[in-house]
Nanobody, 122 residues
Framework: QVQLVESGGGSVQAGGSLRLSCAAP????????MGWYRQVPGKQRELVAN???????NYGDNIEGRFTITRDLTKNTVDLQMNSLQPDDTAVYYC????????????????WGQGTQVTVFS
């Protein structure tokens, strides 16, 4: 199975910025959806942002305008630039990819990264 490789995250003061990156290595033809979710203890995982292969964007509540998602379709990567971070943004952030078409025609669904911690302190 494809294993997503995440980088970035860490701790930042409120108002600061962080950038998350995620790569999907392997023999991949296309990935329909790549994006980011986040989760805090005791709560459901929620959408931060995703981007479809043909360019459609979706942002979670209270995200758009502060965070920007970008994808490189040739490198199978997705980045999340997070600006104006607030303590409520503190969470574990997970990279997500869905409908990964492999070069051997296999289709992988619903792949998650291991998660990276983002902590915003006031």
């Amino acid at each position: 199975q494809v294993q997503l490789v995440e980088s970035g995250g860490g701790s930042v003061q409120a108002g600061g910025s962080l950038r998350l990156s995620c790569a999907a290595p392997g023999s991949i033809t296309t990935i329909d959806v790549m994006g980011w979710y986040r989760q805090v203890p005791g709560k459901q995982r929620e959408l931060v942002a995703n981007m479809l292969r043909f360019g459609s964007l979706n942002y979670g509540d209270n995200i758009e305008g502060r965070f920007t998602i970008t994808r490189d379709l040739t490198k199978n990567t997705v980045d999340l630039q997070m600006n104006s971070l607030q303590p409520d943004d503190t969470a574990v952030y997970y990279c997500y990819a869905n409908r990964i078409r492999m070069t051997d025609s296999r289709l992988e669904l619903g792949v998650w990264g291991q998660g990276t911690q983002v902590t915003v302190f006031s």
